[in-house]
């Protein structure tokens, strides 16, 4: 495979020789078409033959050769005044011999000699008549080393443009085939301005996403194996004493406490998996937020009292309004967040539950009087089963998931949740937007 570096300077060179050679046929059909150019050139020699018999007749062969020698100055040629027979008018030379290999035009003219460059112009009297003997005229290829220093400065940018395209373009290649060897952790971090630039910039950002994806998955593997080690252990545990003819009863409910919290942790994965799905396998309603969070208060009242705890609704202006978003998950959410509340509130205690609606927000409060969280661990509650007292937790029945499904299922509703210390007690936050009025007549039947 022929590298890009290698097609960009064999491109290079193709366009420069086709540059020259367009350039040197071009001129010489231009020059092959210059009829005008001919005429002139007659012309011309017409007064200069014309102005050396004037010389020679004023001022003889001295004034003549003063004047040839300020035409040959001028026009770079040899200039001689000859009589019929070819003698020189000034010096008597005989340049018959440049006569006969002259071709000559009596009216219109002279033509060149491609061997000699000889010119002669004949007047219509048949008298003293002009020779002149030019350089013969370069061929194409004599100006090839005029040309070889532009051919040399293009090549050296060319071989500039090369480098400049296809280094980067090489090291994107290698950074894609460590990315693809699993290190995670590659970037190029360009400041190119250009099209490969935003295309290294791009690579930056998909391979952060992907390593933060993976490291996510990894850690919630992890924590999965980490969740059902111990349960399985106990129940293998449970298991060996109802054999060896232990209290059968005592090793049932001991199964029977591992089996449900194994139901529990499969559950709350799946929540998590369906969080997460497919956007348009969810069902999009217009949901009554306070309406719904007045029925999960409903629904947690038995929850609170088991703890002797009360639920405390607290509202704030008019609570009309509505969400656009699933039902369903927006029922685990604040489900979540408000068991989450009940499991850490203290014995007698109250929780208090806030509503409140603004210009386009809607805003839920939960409000434990617990001893709340340190401020480290705040940013972490909402990870997949982080726990700021792992104990307490477990004893609770928490497996770490329910304010993480809580999180994204707000994210996925373009909403917001926050976790903050209340001193005493844990304060979490749910803003969600509020539709816009006449939002019922544009509800698809898909999210």
């Known amino acids: 495979m022929r590298s890009l ?24 059909w231009i020059d092959s078409r210059r009829p005008r150019m001919d005429d002139m050139m007659a012309k011309t020699q017409a007064l200069q033959l014309e102005g050396a018999r004037n010389a020679l007749g004023e001022g003889g062969p001295e004034e003549l050769s003063r004047y040839l020698q300020r035409l040959n100055e001028l026009f770079r040629a040899e200039h001689f005044l000859i009589d019929a027979s070819g003698t020189d008018l000034v010096d008597g030379t005989d ?5 006969a290999r ?10 060149s000699s491609t061997e000699m460059g000889v010119l002669l112009r004949i007047p219509e009297d048949g008298g003293s008549r002009l020779l002149v003997v030019v350089p013969p005229r370069p061929r194409g290829a004599d100006f090839f080393p005029y040309y070889l220093w532009i051919l040399l400065v293009v090549m050296l940018f060319g071989y500039g443009l090369a480098v400049h395209l296809a280094r980067p373009l090489r090291g994107l290649r290698l950074a894609v085939d460590r ?37 996510a998955e990894r850690r919630l593997l992890q924590d999965v194996s980490h969740e059902l080690r111990s349960p399985l252990a106990r129940l293998g545990f449970a298991i060996e004493l109802a054999r060896s003819g232990g209290d059968p009863k005592v090793s049932l409910d001991r199964i029977k406490r591992d089996v449900d919290r194994l139901s529990c942790l499969v559950g709350e994965l799946l929540q998590l998996t369906s969080a997460e799905g497919d956007p348009q396998s969810r069902n999009l309603r217009l949901v009554g937020v306070f309406d719904l969070m007045h029925e ?24 009309g309004g509505r969400v656009l978003g699933d039902p369903e998950l927006l029922r685990r959410a604040v ?41 480290e661990s705040l940013g972490m509650i909402f990870e997949p089963f982080f726990r700021v007292d792992d104990a307490r937790s477990r004893d609770s029945g928490g497996v770490g998931l329910g304010l993480s499904i809580a999180r994204r299922s707000i994210d996925l509703h373009r909403g917001k ?13 749910i803003e969600l937007p509020l539709a816009a009025e006449g939002a019922e007549a544009n509800v698809p039947e898909r999210l």
Not at 417 to 429: F, K
């Open 5 to 28: 570096f290698t097609t960009i300077l064999l491109w290079g060179l193709a366009t420069i020789g086709v540059s020259l050679l367009g350039y040197f046929a071009t001129s010489r």
């Open 95 to 99: 340049r018959s011999a440049l006569q």
């Open 102 to 111: 002259a071709s000559t035009r009596r009216h219109h003219g002279p033509r």
């Open 179 to 215: 990315f693809g060897r699993g290190e995670l952790a590659t970037r190029i971090s360009s400041n190119r301005r250009d099209e490969i630039g935003e295309l290294a910039r791009a690579f930056d950002r998909m391979a952060g996403r992907i390593e933060t994806l993976m490291s």
């Open 296 to 319: 999960l208060v409903d629904d947690c009242v038995v929850e609170a009292e088991a703890r002797q705890c009360r639920l405390v609704v607290i509202e704030s202006g008019d609570l």
């Open 335 to 375: 489900e979540n967040v408000l068991r989450n509340a009940i499991r850490h509130a203290p014995e007698g205690s109250n929780i208090e539950v806030k509503l409140d609606e603004g210009p386009d927000v809607a805003t839920l409060t939960v409000r434990d009087f617990g001893t709340g969280v340190p401020e």
């Open 417 to 429: 949740i926050v976790a903050t210390n209340a001193n005493p007690g844990l304060r979490v936050t």
